[in-house]
């Protein structure tokens, strides 16, 4: 039988996802198929029923199922459990699903591909939705002592800072939480096509503090280039989405997919397409 796996999601046409493990198919020579799958909040029960009939090998999981999806599986990873959602489910054999999170080694192995980082200076992340609990988990798990955690309701920070260490501040002051910073994250969706700006003040940033964006339309955010223009080193958002992705691959089709400049090449040419 055809190895199957695919996304789900409520829109789900904005996915790249089957940009990129549709390349790493044909790349491999593989007979598997990768779906994109529209799934309506009440039919996601149904749509799991039906993949565990189908045999499939598995699926990623984009909004707004990351949560809802965690009662419906077999098992949770540890570490998608203590992140408190989902973005890759796994076929385990006997129609078990298990479902992981793989958002947060994709972030830092985005960040490693062109940069050092140094747990040991400061880390400030802008926002307190799905991406920045995976962000908070990724830093604590990379070694990270001080983490400055800010969100337009502070509320959401302050209940996010309750699961990972984190330091709280106030919207209002997202300029001081970078002094002494070696890393700036923005996890929002501030900057994005569509969306306001990201407004906020670098002059207490050092020029060696990495800047890195989880937007990736545009690629080249107002905050990657106004940081690169004072001299910061920058990550745009691809990075994240690529590394995520080869985890589910490996599990799915049982071989390790490499991130390359041709797969970054395809899957930008589809964002501009």
């Not at 598995?58 to 077999?74: Q, S, W, Y």
């Not at 339309?217 to 989405?241: E, I, K, S």
Request: proline fraction near 7%.
């Amino acid at each position: 039988m055809t190895p199957r796996a695919g996304v789900i999601g409520w829109p789900v046409r904005h996915s790249l996802s089957p940009h990129i493990h549709r390349f790493w198919l044909a790349e491999l020579g593989i007979e598997g198929r990768y779906e994109a799958v529209v799934v309506p909040p009440d039919w996601l029960g149904d749509t799991v029923a039906g993949f565990r009939a189908g045999n499939w090998r598995g699926f990623n999981v984009t909004v707004p199922h990351k949560e809802a999806i965690m009662p419906l599986l077999d098992g949770i990873d540890p570490f998608a459990r203590a992140i408190g959602a989902v973005n890759t489910v796994v076929a385990l054999g006997d129609g078990a699903f298990e479902g992981r999170n793989t958002d947060a080694p994709g972030f830092i192995a985005g960040l490693r591909e062109t940069c050092s980082i140094d747990p040991a200076r400061p880390a400030a992340i802008l926002g307190a939705g799905g991406a920045a609990r995976a962000i908070l988990a990724a830093l604590s798990e990379a070694g990270f002592n001080e983490i400055r955690l800010v969100n337009r309701d502070r509320s959401r920070a302050e209940a996010l800072a309750g699961s990972f260490p984190a330091v709280v501040g106030d919207w209002a002051d997202r300029g001081r939480i970078l002094e002494g910073a070696g890393l700036l994250v923005n996890a929002t969706s501030l900057g994005m096509v569509g969306q306001p700006p990201l407004e906020i003040d670098l002059a207490r940033l050092p020029a060696t503090a990495i800047v890195t964006d989880i937007v990736y339309r545009p690629l080249q955010t107002d905050l990657l280039l106004r940081a690169g223009q004072r001299g910061n080193p920058v990550v745009d958002g691809l990075g994240m989405l690529l590394y995520q992705a080869v985890e589910g691959f490996a599990a799915w089709f049982g071989v390790i997919p490499k991130v390359t400049p041709a797969l970054r090449a395809h899957v930008l040419a589809a964002i501009a397409g």
